[in-house]
């Protein structure tokens, strides 16, 4: 029996199983602890019962999935709209430190990737799906990445890709803090004081555990216990409305008109591929820090991060339940070498460069677990083995949770994005 889902109906079953996602992440705690995005959840389990159903010769099942694209185009505005430079000088020179440690990771998954691709025989596109694609981007760039790479040719690169986000998501949050506390033990760092740091503490995990859940980090203050009881304990922020949403709407529209724009000039001019989310990211980013600059219009960073959130998850439950997990069967051994390569030369990085170049202290310890988080799965994974690390010894590292948000969730795409498409270009 062959089933066919309409754009409407595949984007019902898509909100269906994003709901479903979410409401098994708020009941599971082994999904909240490995920071499983929802549409994973939901979208893959369904891929898994398309595969039953394929692999038993009762139905097969195919989607309408027009919406993905233009739902993809609007989440890669709304993280260049989030991209001001500005923010580098809050995180001062370690920032940048860091920001070179995550885009040479960058690089070097593409590298290792394309070689042992190479090596193992298979098309280096794949390599590409298995490096920074999949591991610094996760299931969004994965997604997004997928089907450029099968526009070219490589049939089931999007499922090496998601497999391979899958298989970072747990490894770096299984191996992130494990590693950044054998540094502490290792090199003898010594712990800050515990002096007035529950509170801080506390507002740590709340940060991690609202950004592994989705619901973004929580801005509310707490008081430190050593602080006078009369002090607020909150500080109010305006709520969501019509105006801001139409707003960021209006500006998100515009900037994927010019950016997709931009991004066939300069492939009709070049003959170089570069996908429309692309030149829609190029083209926000530009626009942010010139709003930034001038103040034209007042955008709401809030209202940015919701439509961010539900676009995300749109266009990735979407990718997820239209996987065809068959594709994987002749691509599992190779897949499987190339991340345990990866995997290796993200440990020995951290370990012994990155936590030397961020100084060899606590501050490095915890960003040494972020980065693994982040590099290997998603921002929300390095915000919970930092929360998780700094829970082991009481204390918050502060310059972690302000430089790594930063840069694993924004600045690292100013270089792993271009880089990314030009190695496409030059395998492919």
């Not at 310890?365 to 693994?372: L, Q, R, S």
Request: proline share 4%; net charge neutral; hydrophobic share 55%.
């Amino acid at each position: 029996m062959e089933l066919h889902f309409n754009l409407v109906q595949s984007a019902a079953l898509a909100l269906v199983l994003l709901a479903l996602g979410e409401w098994a992440r708020n009941r599971l705690s082994f999904l909240r602890r490995f920071c499983f995005p929802a549409p994973v959840i939901g979208g893959f389990l369904f891929a898994l019962l398309v595969l039953l159903l394929r692999q038993t010769h009762i139905a097969e099942i195919d989607f309408d999935t027009s919406l993905q694209s233009p739902a993809m185009v609007a989440f890669f505005t709304t993280i260049g709209l989030a991209g001001s430079l500005a923010s580098i000088k809050k995180g001062g020179k370690l920032l940048l430190v860091y920001l070179v440690a995550c885009w040479t990771l960058a690089i070097m998954q593409n590298l290792i990737g394309i070689g042992m691709a190479k090596v193992m025989g298979i098309n280096p596109v794949l390599g590409v799906m298995a490096g920074a694609v999949s591991l610094e981007g996760g299931h969004g760039a994965a997604a997004a990445f997928g089907p450029t790479a099968e526009s070219m040719g490589v049939q089931g690169a999007t499922t090496v890709a998601i497999a391979s986000a899958t298989f970072g998501l747990v490894a770096g949050s299984l191996l992130g803090g494990m590693t950044a506390s054998f540094l502490v033990a290792r090199h003898n760092v010594s712990i800050p004081e515990r002096r007035g740091v529950r509170g801080a503490m506390a507002t740590a995990g709340a940060i991690a555990r609202n950004m592994a859940t989705g619901r973004g980090p929580d801005l509310s203050i707490t008081v430190p216990e050593d602080k006078p009881e009369s002090v607020s304990t909150t500080k109010s922020k305006p709520g969501l409305d019509y105006s801001s949403l139409l707003t960021v709407a209006v500006v998100i529209g515009l900037v994927m008109v010019f950016g997709m724009a931009l991004g066939n000039w300069i492939s009709s001019l070049t003959g170089f591929a570069l996908p429309d989310y692309v030149g829609a990211m190029i083209i926000a980013v530009v626009f942010r820090n010139l709003n930034d600059k001038f103040g034209w219009i007042r955008i709401d960073d809030e209202t940015v991060s919701l439509v961010s959130q539900f676009t995300l998850g749109f266009f990735l439950t979407l990718a997820m339940m239209s996987l065809k997990i068959w594709e994987l069967a002749s691509l599992a051994g190779p897949l499987v070498v190339i991340l345990v390569v990866e995997l290796l030369f993200i440990l020995s990085f951290a370990a012994f460069v990155v936590f030397r170049m961020l100084g060899r202290n606590y501050d490095a310890a915890t960003m040494v677990a972020g980065f693994i988080g982040h590099g290997l799965g998603a921002t929300p994974n390095a915000l919970a083995n930092m929360d998780a690390f700094n829970a082991k010894f009481g204390i918050r590292s502060e310059r972690a949770f302000l430089i790594v948000p930063l840069a694993g969730a924004v600045l690292i795409d100013l270089v792993a994005l271009p880089w990314i498409v030009w190695c496409l270009n030059w395998v492919g």
